[in-house]
T-cell receptor, first 112, second 111 residues
Framework: DTAVSQTPKYLVTQMGNDKSIKCEQN?????MYWYKQDSKKFLKIMFS???????INETVPNRFSPKSPDKAHLNLHINSLELGDSAVYFC???????????FGQGTRLTVV | GENVEQHPSTLSVQEGDSAVIKCTYS??????FPWYKQELGKGPQLIID?????GEKKDQRIAVTLNKTAKHFSLHITETQPEDSAVYFC??????????FGTGTKLQVIP
């Protein structure tokens, strides 16, 4: 069983489109994250949710809107996609506090 | 906020040699320091971690050391093998705050 699963794994889309990435975890964790990894491999946090409540919102354009229907899911919707949004997006989950974070396999988004 | 610096950005070693990756952090209240390994096409995976009440931790060929006074911690891999080739990330965490990752080190083990 996959602990943290993201769909899709690859996403190619045109500029201006709206797209969503889904994430689900079956670990019983209460905290989920979205990270963006650029071409230089820098991992930067975008959002964090704890029990469906937003607790971290970094300086991310408001074209990005996370949604957490329950604490096992954290989806990422992106409006009006731009070339600079091309990156690998990782979902992760953990129990709030100092514990191991489990990452999904990533979604490679390419905006053309 | 927390700032984590990681060096070197790339590291090449011969198989069997040791590899050391160093990180420094800025927030003296950070108390949990995990290391993640990211293989090509996969998400990062925890390989070892250390808490601020411990100075060193070892797990087979991997060890981590922590110097709280100097605010730096290091990953040591001994007897490197080709499968150790990956990108390694350090991180520093304070209580319930977000995970701040280092900038990553691409390790290449040459057979």
């Amino acid at each position: 069983d996959t602990a943290v699963s993201q769909t899709p794994k690859y996403l190619v889309t045109q500029m201006g489109n709206d797209k969503s990435i889904k994430c689900e975890q079956n670990l019983g964790h209460d905290t989920m994250y979205w990270y963006k990894q650029d071409s230089k491999k820098f991992l930067k946090i975008m959002f964090s949710y704890n029990n469906k409540e937003l607790i971290i919102n970094e300086t991310v354009p408001n074209r990005f809107s996370p949604k957490s229907p329950d604490k096992a899911h954290l989806n990422l919707h992106i409006n009006s996609l731009e070339l600079g949004d091309s990156a690998v997006y990782f979902c992760a989950s953990t129990s709030l506090g100092n514990t191991e974070a489990f990452f999904g396999q990533g979604t490679r988004l390419t905006v053309v | 906020g927390e700032n984590v610096e990681q060096h070197p950005s790339t590291l090449s070693v011969q198989e069997g040699d040791s590899a050391v990756i160093k990180c420094t952090y800025s927030d003296s209240a950070s108390n949990y320091f995990p290391w993640y390994k990211q293989e090509l096409g996969k998400g990062p995976q925890l390989i070892i971690d250390i808490r601020s009440n411990v100075g060193e931790k070892k797990d087979q060929r991997i060890a981590v050391t922590l110097n709280k006074t100097a605010k730096h911690f290091s990953l040591h891999i001994t007897e490197t093998q080709p499968e150790d080739s990956a990108v390694y990330f350090c991180a520093a965490i304070r209580g319930y705050q977000k995970v701040t990752f280092g900038t990553g080190t691409k390790l290449q083990v040459i057979p």
